[in-house]
Nanobody, 121 residues
Framework: QVQLVESGGGLVQAGGSLRLTCAVS????????MGWYRQAPGKQRELVAR???????RYADSVKGRFTISRDNAKNTVYLQMNSLKPEDTAVYYC???????????????WGQGTQVTVSS
């Protein structure tokens, strides 16, 4: 069984910073992509940032230059450093990982439970 546990959300003023952490545990052979998505009330879930096992990153245009995604492969953990936060960044942030549980299996997508980020103006 695979679990993704997020932490680090909270309430912050505009211009502030938060760091999200997502730790993956369980029966894991390899983790390919890791990423962060967010969903604001009344909106669809959207990609914020993702990172490959070799460290290649991709960001949504709305967060480029403000957010940084990183991962520690030894700890099966992905981070999202969020700086210069804006009220429009308010959302539930979800961790996502594409994981193979055995060397024979393909990857499946797993999700964390979500962590609330609220940015006040």
């Amino acid at each position: 069984q695979v679990q993704l546990v997020e932490s680090g959300g909270g309430l912050v003023q505009a211009g502030g910073s938060l760091r999200l952490t997502c730790a993956v545990s369980g029966s894991i052979f390899s983790i390919r992509l890791m990423g962060w998505y967010r969903q604001a009330p009344g909106k669809q879930r959207e990609l914020v940032a993702r990172i490959t096992a070799s460290g290649v990153t991709r960001y949504a245009d709305s967060v480029k230059g403000r957010f940084t995604i990183s991962r520690d492969n030894a700890k099966n953990t992905v981070y999202l450093q969020m700086n210069s936060l804006k009220p429009e960044d308010t959302a539930v942030y979800y961790c996502n990982a594409e994981i193979a549980t055995t060397w024979l299996s393909g990857t499946n997508a797993y999700w964390g439970q979500g962590t609330q980020v609220t940015v006040s103006s």
